[in-house]
């Protein structure tokens, strides 16, 4: 490695015919290249300069000489060069987190005075965000109803920065209709005579199972410490879009300090060669589960997008195929009765799947929304959200089938 090419710019072409698989494991090294077959780490904060020549070229704007980490890092670009070509993206930027990438593309866009649509079932964090923190800068937030997306005509006003969107929403699993939303924000940007920028938050069906691209979404925002990362050991988020997005993104990252660490692209890069195979495992083991559930006796209810019982199963049909085949994802929310008791009752009797938070990763998770993604909101704001005290979220893993379906009848009718 030269230290100071910057992979990023200098894109050969890639067969757009590729799978996902391929690409992720190749990137575009596909054809004749000599070096690594694993990524190198590297692991510097900053980088030597040849002479002053370079420090000289960095002032005056050469986007190919590496300077700092928090502003780019070799590591890094390999990364995000990986995931564009996975999620079919112009540019891709990694940051430290999940909440960094949204935080930092919300705030390369939304100024004082600003109003921010928004779809109203959301990750807590990103709730709180909206909630707590925008409104301190003069940013407020506005909640389109449910169901009446096309409410987002009336409610854009000249204030309206941009539209966000979360589906399938966490934990109710809820889905948005994703070109109907498009639709309506893009009528709301003829009136407006400005394009109303979309943000969508696709953390929990990921590229495999729903490409908002293909629907017009603008920009993706993904926390790549779940499905991406894969093995709950790395944290790191994601924003894709064009090139003048990201542009944007890459200052605020830079000031805010949201940069991501190169160990953690690396360990994303290792992950993002088994990405395909254990999605499609969490996505049948998911399926298998919800299946299982819905006629289990202690179950009072099962979401799943998958199921044909789940209100909005047609749009979830219509809008989860996504660049690899057509998955409904890897989380199942169930309730159970009793309250949060009875979802305690469960969580702790179980012993092949985790009491843990977080999702995404090989082995299977359990958690209760309202001891953590939806803590400390008032009873209106859970029954705004859907979110009920019995509910227990489930991340499917990769285990066998076999022992996930008996490790949760078992738990089940434990606590009766
Ligand atoms: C849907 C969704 N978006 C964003 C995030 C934030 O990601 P991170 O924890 O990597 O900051 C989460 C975390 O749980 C999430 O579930």
Not at 13 to 25: D, E, K, L, Q, Y
Request: include cysteine.
């Amino acid at each position: 490695m030269s230290g100071h090419a910057q992979p990023a710019r200098r894109k050969k072409s890639f067969p757009a015919t590729m799978g996902i698989s391929t690409r992720a494991i190749h990137g575009r090294k596909l054809f004749a290249y000599r070096g690594p077959v694993a990524e190198p780490i590297v692991q510097t904060t900053t980088y030597r300069f040849a002479d002053s020549t370079d420090a000289l070229r960095y002032a005056q704007g050469d986007p190919d000489v590496y300077v700092y980490t928090r502003y780019h890092n070799p590591t890094v670009h390999e990364a995000q060069d990986r995931l564009a070509l996975m999620m079919g993206s112009a540019e891709v930027l990694l940051l430290s987190s999940g909440m960094a990438a949204i935080t930092s593309a919300i705030l390369s866009v939304a100024k004082t005075g600003d109003e921010i649509l928004s779809t109203s079932s959301l990750y807590g964090g990103t709730y709180r965000f909206f909630r707590d923190i925008l409104p301190r800068y003069g940013v407020k937030v506005r909640y389109v109803p449910p169901g009446r997306l096309e409410a987002v005509r009336e409610m854009a006003t000249k204030k309206t920065a941009l539209v966000y969107c979360e589906t399938p929403t966490n934990p109710t699993l809820s889905i948005v209709d994703i070109a109907s939303l498009v639709h309506n924000v893009r009528k709301a940007s003829a009136r407006a005579r400005r394009r109303i920028p979309i943000i969508l938050d696709n953390t929990f069906a990921t590229i495999l199972n729903q490409n908002p691209f293909a629907f017009g979404v603008d920009v993706v925002v993904e926390s790549a410490t779940k499905y991406l990362g894969g093995h709950t050991d790395l944290m790191a988020g994601v924003v894709a879009g064009s090139s003048r997005f990201i542009t944007g993104v890459h200052t605020q990252m830079k000031y805010l300090g949201g940069c991501a660490d190169p160990f953690a692209a690396y360990l994303l890069l290792r992950s993002l060669k088994t990405f395909e195979l254990r999605v499609l495992k969490q996505n049948a083991n998911a399926m298998a589960l919800a299946e299982f559930l819905e006629h289990h006796p202690r179950v009072k209810r099962v979401l799943y997008p998958g199921l044909p019982s789940h209100p909005d199963h047609a749009t979830a049909r219509a809008q989860m195929t996504g660049a690899g085949g057509a998955g409904y994802g890897g989380m199942v929310t169930i309730e159970v009765s009793g309250g949060v008791r009875g979802a305690v009752r469960v969580c702790d009797s179980l012993r092949v799947a985790v009491n843990a938070m977080s999702l995404g990763g090989v082995e299977t998770l359990v958690s209760i929304p309202v001891y953590s993604s939806h803590v400390h909101m008032s009873a209106s704001e859970l029954s705004r959200q859907g979110v009920t005290p019995g509910m227990v979220r489930i991340s499917a893993g990769i285990e066998a089938w076999d022992d996930l379906r008996d490790d949760f009848d078992r738990a089940l009718r434990k606590t009766r």
